[in-house]
């Protein structure tokens, strides 16, 4: 293999999550060509920085329109002609998609999608599902059907979701084209493990885009409990705004949420490590992911973890050994979990040891690139 076309949408998600296997096709030799439709020059130098080549493209990742997303194919076809890549392989919904289409069109013999969670389409909310997301989850399912029967490889980061998708919904599909990656992984020496300091007041930090499914009221709500009988114990909340999500936070929701004096709020940051490192307990009651990176950051530095009992989430967690997984949606239960480790605080470092354990097991990114670089021949 000489060459390959890495599909993904945002240049700061890719830079972040795949730099480590940009890296590693680099050192085999192989140019790496990434395709990204949301950017600033800042991210461009970033992917540059690791040797590989940028090529921009047009595409709407919550768009619902056809013709829109026909253009976007057309577009990623014609770099593909242009370039000759050995291998396309594409991530999240869209690009497994229109990249796939694009790629098949083009003649491309190998080709792989990796789903890395099934997003908001298949996700419970407490009140049901929106029609627009029923509507969202049929179309992306007929699409589906026409991608995976050519596809070499579908790779998925936990077992639930060929489970939900594939298997739950009959999708034709090759045969041992079915991976389990396990999550994308992470470079262990940029989180390392410390452990918190016992004299600080217990902290809680949730991390991540601020999307309704990735339990941020459920955090809010539990943080209201929880002040109410400790007062001192702090709230953190880091992360932006995804105006592109069907189920992202508005401004206007952000600022109540703001002047509600409950949680302290900060932006997106680089210092994800740093920020950990002064929190007690990492909270994520998301309604479902893929395999949390979040999460993986925070074990890897030594915290404990409190999250639902979804598909991705319990990939993470041992119950009771490094955190506790609780109901989705559950309110209480999570101040209660919550509450726990202010009255047993000498818990926090045990289960975060545990934590730090698990991490170095499953989600050293070297291990993480060498599995990813076998299902992927390389």
Known sequence: MSSLFLIGTTASNLYLFRKDFILSCRQRGIIVYTLISEYNDEWIEKIKSLDAQV????????????????????????YI??????LVFSFFTKPVIYGSLAAKLAGVSNIVGMIEGLGSPFTEHPNGQSFKMKLVQFFQVSLYRVVFPFLNKIIFLNNDDPKDLI?????????????????IGLKLE??????????SNISFVIIGRLLVEKGIYEYL???????????NTSFKVIGALDTQN??????QELNQVIQS???EYKDFTNQIAEELKNTSVFVLPSYREGVPRSTQEAMAIGRPVITTDVPGCRDTVKDGINGFLIPKWDVQTLANKMIYFIENPEQINIMGQQSYLIAQKKFDVIKVNKKLLSILNI
Do not use: C, F
Not at 81 to 86: G, R, S, V
Not at 221 to 231: E, F, N, S
Not at 246 to 251: A, V
């Open 246 to 251: 069907p189920s992202g936070l508005t401004q």
């Open 167 to 183: 298997i739950s919904k009959k999708i034709y599909h090759r045969k041992d084209s079915i991976h389990v990656l396990g999550g």
């Open 55 to 78: 090529l921009t493209y047009n595409l709407s990742r919550a768009g619902l329109n056809p013709l829109s997303d026909i253009k976007s194919m057309l577009e990623i076809k014609n």
């Open 261 to 263: 004096g409950i949680i």
């Open 81 to 86: 002609k242009q370039y000759q890549p050995d």
């Open 221 to 231: 709500a539990a943080a209201k409990i929880v002040k109410l009988k400790y007062p």
């Open 190 to 199: 940029d989180y390392p493990y410390s452990l918190w300091d016992t004299t």
